[in-house]
């Protein structure tokens, strides 16, 4: 069982950065890889970023390449999403999820999620 803590969310103005954090409870969370999804109201769920278990490979959505960059300290328990240059159609809730072993191809493939942090980028 693996539980899931996002942290970090808050209000920053366009241009600014934010780092999120996902906090893991469970001794084999450094064999889960791990993603990052946002919704924002009225849109459906999209992949940010996902990070495979030890960490050797990242992937990333097209509309964050360039400006976020996931990483992980398995030592902490803890994955990161570094976000950059933040714009205002940033805003969404933010979610990790974590999937044994394997990076999933869609979100529905991930075992387990933590509750969002909320991102909110002010024009």
């Known amino acids: 069982q693996v539980q899931l803590v996002e942290s970090g969310g808050g209000l920053v103005q366009a241009g600014g950065s934010l780092r999120l954090s996902c906090a893991a409870s469970g001794r084999t969370f450094n064999r889960y890889a791990t993603g990052w999804f946002r919704q924002a109201p009225g849109k459906e769920r999209e992949f940010v970023a996902a990070i495979t278990w030890n960490g050797d490979s990242t992937y990333y959505g097209d509309s964050v390449k360039g400006r976020f960059t996931i990483s992980r300290d398995n030592a902490k328990n803890t994955v990161y999403l570094q976000m950059r240059s933040l714009k205002p159609e940033d805003t969404a809730v933010y979610s990790c999820?974590?999937?044994?072993?394997?990076?999933?191809?869609?979100?529905?493939?991930?075992?387990?999620w933590g509750q969002g942090t909320q991102v909110t980028v002010s024009s």
């Open positions: 999820a974590a999937k044994y072993l394997i990076v999933p191809t869609t979100w529905d493939e991930y075992d387990y």
